[in-house]
């Protein structure tokens, strides 16, 4: 079991993070915030897939407006991501958005820190501190070795951690502590070096995630250490895997990245073996066909654990795999052994295989 990190508990709508609630899965819309229907369209997708708490980027006073009527046509929490004018924050805030995130780096003047801190108070919600590698708060963005200035991969972890704690304390000289905090690099060692330190450093929830991490098969890797990484460690609250690609695919990686951890459960985990020139059937279409039904299928899984499937191509090692999973098939030539709690059910044809799984299942 991991032991998680002890944070004090923040609530983004009907989404509890930190205080041991489950880690939640964000994404963000990629159309524009002021296309409301395109929008909600995308979200509505998004929730269907996992994801609990979406973000959209308000970029101008129409777009804050439009979180109104986002708003009224969607059931989840919806996050304001504010940069530079804190006219826009003010204005999300009265269109009744559950959370706004504000950047350090572009977002400077202590009065207007305090409208937006004082507007967040006001309407009961909280604010994500989001440090990221190319927007660094006050003197640190300047700390960099002679000749390096500009370079954002020379910005060392410790100063994304000071950034934060320095703009966190504007917040607290205000009274307001309904934060949630990022530190956010492209690179993966920074990332998690950068996490590790500030969760020592305060009780804050902490929003995990690799930024600009790439398209989708590297975003999907530099993601799963990172996140993973800190997950494993008990830290985080809530990720997002930052990809080039649909939203949609942003939270399928992150549920399998926190299924992976037994962090929380979404439906059966299938076990499959890589395959080798000892398997006598084409077992990547045969866990492909089940992949396909399993995501067609709603489940309420146990509360104690996942349930595990596990198709293994040859008698080397998938009798031994099949039995230790809930239920299992372990193929030999032309046929395959069904298993339940480790014992043999019967034998199956390759063709009913996945049939008697769901059966079974």
Known sequence: MIKRRDTRLVKIGGVKMGGGAPVSIQSMTKVETSDVSAVASQIKRMKSAGCDIVRVAVKTIKDAQAIRYIKRKIKIPLIADIHFDYRLALESIKSGVDKIRINPGNMKKREEIAQVVHAAKKAKIPIRIGVNSGSIFTQYAIRLPAGKAGNTRDVHADIFVKSA????????ELDFHDIIISLKASDVSRTVNAYKEISRLCDYPLHLGVTASGPYDLGIVKSSIGIGALLLDGIGDTIRVSLTADPVEEVIAAKRI???????????EILSCPTCGRCQVNLVEIVKELEDELSDISFQPSAKKNITIAVMGCEVNGPGEAKEADIGIAFGKGSGMLFKKGKVIKKVSVSNAIGELLKLL
């Open 165 to 172: 704690i320095e703009y966190a304390k504007i917040f607290e």
């Open 258 to 268: 926190l299924s992976s951890l037994n962090l929380r459960k979404f439906g059966p």
